[in-house]
């Protein structure tokens, strides 16, 4: 199983970025997933997750900025960031929290993605 993420980039303060992250592989579900970032020397931090009935949660800096999606047929999740700030420079992680098929039952796993870079100039 890989995630692939993409859609950093260089972007002004104000502007706006979508992020895909495509888990690929043998998969038979995936509930949790979700975007991290990690700004230079700090660790990283949850930004927002969905589940796979579409429940949000975002971290209080990002609310009513960012919104995450999913589609559930592609195995995608996607974040768009609006109103973008400097401080949300940063590498940003998707995660997903799956069930592997393994003979006649499944297994649960956790997947992250290789990271896209996101810079935000003022």
């Known amino acids: 199983v890989q995630l692939q993420a993409s859609g950093g980039g260089l972007v002004q303060a104000g502007g706006s970025l979508r992020l895909s992250c495509a888990a690929s592989?043998?998969?038979?579900?995936?509930?949790?997933m979700g975007w991290y970032r990690q700004a230079p020397g700090k660790q990283r931090e949850l930004v927002a997750t969905i589940t796979s009935g579409g429940s949000t949660n975002y971290v209080d800096s990002v609310k009513d900025r960012f919104t995450i999606s999913r589609d559930n047929a592609k195995n995608t999740v996607y974040l768009q960031m609006n109103s973008l700030k400097p401080e949300d420079t940063a590498v940003y992680y998707c995660?997903?929290?799956?069930?592997?098929?393994?003979?006649?039952?499944?297994?649960?796993?956790?997947?992250w993605g290789q990271g896209t870079e996101v810079t935000v100039s003022s």
């Open positions: 592989g043998s998969i038979f579900s995936i509930n949790l």
């Open positions: 995660n997903a929290d799956t069930l592997l098929p393994y003979a006649d039952s499944y297994y649960r796993r956790n997947f």
